[in-house]
Structures are given as C-alpha cells and as structure tokens.
C-alpha cells in the first residue's frame, strides 16, 4: 500500500497550492480519503474529507471556503486545492485513506506560507 503527496511548497499569502495524492495497493474506490495537517508543535489535525463516491465533503472550519477536496477514482488520486493561504496553514499535510477498521497514510509534503 502506497500513498504519495505530491504538490507542497513555499506559497505566500493569499496565493493557492493544489496538493495530490496517488494511491495504489488497495481499492481506492472504495475508501474514504482526508487530508489531515500537522504544524510544528501541534498534534496532527483533520482537515477535510470526501466519501468513495465524492457524495459527501466535509472541512474543519478554519479551511472552509478556502480549501476544496476531490477525488479521480480512475486516476486513483485525491486532490486538496488550497486557495487564499494564511501563514497558520503552514505544515505538514498528510494523505488518509479509511474503510471500516482499515486505514492508511502517506508521509506527507511540506506546505509553507511566507512572505
């Protein structure tokens, strides 16, 4: 099982990132998959989820309005478009993938936002 994010930087405020994750070695279809951060200090967070069939979003509110999660089924990949960033969204941004009692993670990409 793999879960590899790709896409984080170094952003300055107000700008937008698109972050993606390329799973493989299970059936991504027909798993739930959130992004979840961690900054330094902090326990990691839940940032924002999407069902197996995109029917269902949901986001923490300190992203709401500003973040959006999707998924390709066919490309196996769930996406976390980022826009209008703030210096507190800087961290570690880590990839989740869950059904039922199995769950997975990927290592995560750096995500900062400076001037």
């Known amino acids: 099982v793999q879960l590899v994010e790709s896409g984080g930087g170094l952003v300055q405020p107000g700008g937008s990132l698109r972050l993606s994750c390329a799973a493989s070695?299970?059936?991504?279809?027909?798993?739930?998959m959130s992004w979840f951060r961690q900054a330094p200090g902090k326990e990691r967070e839940f940032v924002a989820t999407?069902?197996?069939?995109?029917?269902?979003?949901y986001y923490a509110d300190s992203v709401k309005g500003r973040f959006t999660i999707s998924r390709d089924n066919a490309k196996n990949t769930v996406y976390l478009q980022m826009d209008s960033l703030k210096p507190e969204d800087t961290a570690v941004y880590y990839c989740?993938?869950?059904?039922?009692?199995?769950?997975?993670w990927g290592q995560g990409t750096q995500v900062t936002v400076s001037s």
């Open positions: 989740h993938a869950r059904r039922n009692a199995n769950e997975y």
């Open positions: 070695g299970f059936t991504f279809s027909s798993y739930a």
């Open positions: 999407i069902s197996w069939g995109s029917f269902v979003t």
